[in-house]
């Protein structure tokens, strides 16, 4: 093993060298190195931390002065500060996230799972936000199959959409295939961060904000949580990411990715509808949400009900139990509560969605204190179906 040995004062020409040796005493330099480089790490990400609060606060900041000062904000200014303060939100979830993840306390149960399959589904769901943002992801897939936690992989794949959302233009080049050696799936991606015409007269190494955001660490620490590989490369337009799968399961018998067509778009799921014929009760006082929902799943091939109180949904849960419940925020109360508990007595892992009355909040039932996944309402076309897809799978 090599070891350095220093004296046991940093001072004079030691002291500034303090970022690349080891301060004193016989000390592994693997290891030491290991203990800069996450240094480094988190100093990164406490200014990026710094930076994604203090950007949308001072924003919020000037729009309540300007409001404490005229007594009066149109429905514009009000819409932007709501959008200014869920920001902040989401990046404060990230940070909780992150701070869980690295903490190693987080409980993985490692099973099989299609990794084709996850990704072609989360891919199909949430294409309408990356059509709206004029992003289009050409995919060539080969089947594979990994050992890995399958709440971590969904959030790891939908974190990489958000990614996506923030910073890709045009096209974004997604491959799976297996390495010849080692044999292990492999997650390719390369994407423009910035069109190229932009990219002329950039200082060495310069990137927009995005690609280092807090979505950016988030992945990377679920990564590196899950036992994967990271390999990153950022030029002055494009960028390129690997992501190794270290448990493949049966590599030898997946077939040449060379010999796959090439899949463009979202068309080519390998099961367009994996919940058709699952149950669905929606409890909606409103109207108008149910015609949300109803919107938002109906290319699933599920059945779905709906009941407009907690009421109604008790009775039919007597009658007959459905595989799912999604439901208004507002209809959360005793009563309901003690349905959920009866239900989970019988089914303890029942599948549960909460509707949330704003906002466009995405948190899956694992991260979630009382067990139910919740939507918000801003998001529940493209949200939705992703909740459902993973709850379900997470349970049959």
């Known amino acids: 093993m090599n070891y350095v040995t220093l004296p046991t004062s940093a001072e004079g020409p030691a002291a500034s060298q303090a970022s690349s040796v080891p301060p004193e005493g016989m000390v592994d330099v693997a290891t030491w190195q290991r203990t800069q480089a996450d240094l480094m790490r988190f100093q990164e990400l406490v200014a990026q931390v710094g930076r994604e609060l ?30 200014e303060m ?5 990046a404060g979830i990230w940070c909780q996230q992150i701070s869980r993840l690295s903490s190693g306390r987080a409980r993985q149960s490692h099973e099989r799972v299609h990794l084709t399959n996850t990704i072609q589904s989360v891919l199909a769901h949430r294409a309408r936000e990356l059509q709206a943002r004029g992003v289009q992801v050409v995919q060539a897939m080969a089947p594979v199959e990994v050992q890995v936690d399958a709440p971590m992989l969904f959030s790891l794949l939908n974190g990489l959409v958000d990614w996506w959302l923030a910073c890709a233009h045009g096209t974004i ?11 292990h799936g492999q997650l390719v991606l390369r994407l423009q961060h910035r069109p190229a015409d932009l990219s002329d007269g950039l200082k060495n190494g310069e990137v927009p904000g995005a690609v280092n955001g807090l979505t950016w660490h988030l992945i990377d620490q ?8 990271v390999e990153r490369q950022v030029d002055a337009s494009t960028l390129n990411l690997v992501l190794e799968f270290p448990h493949t399961i049966n590599p030898l018998l997946a077939p040449d990715p060379v010999d796959e067509p090439e899949q463009e778009g979202f068309a080519t799921s ?5 919940l058709a014929g699952s149950h669905i009760l929606v409890v909606a006082a409103r109207r108008d949400l ?14 779905v009900d709906f009941v407009s109180s907690v009421g109604e949904a008790t009775q039919f849960c007597r009658e007959a139990l459905p595989h799912a419940i999604i439901f208004e925020s507002s209809l959360r109360g005793q009563r309901f509560d003690q349905l959920i508990a009866s239900i989970r007595q019988e089914v303890p892992d029942f599948v549960m969605v909460e509707v ?17 996944a919740r939507v918000g309402r801003e998001s529940v076309l493209t949200s939705l179906p992703s909740a459902l897809v993973y709850e379900l799978a997470r349970v049959m």
């Open 356 to 372: 949330l009355e704003e906002g466009s909040a995405f948190d899956i039932s694992s991260i979630s204190p009382n067990g139910v």
């Open 290 to 303: 149910r015609l949300l929902i109803r919107e938002s799943v109906k290319s699933m091939g599920l059945i």
């Open 86 to 90: 869920d920001r902040a939100r989401q």
């Open 54 to 83: 203090a950007e949308p606060l001072t924003a919020a900041l000037e729009r309540v002065n300007a409001l404490m000062s005229t007594g009066r904000i149109d429905r514009a200014g009000l819409k932007s500060l709501l959008s």
């Open 270 to 274: 390998l099961n367009s509808k994996p």
């Open 222 to 229: 679920i990564a590196q949580t899950m036992g994967l590989k």
């Open 173 to 183: 080049d997604l491959r799976v295939d297996i390495k010849p050696w080692p044999a």
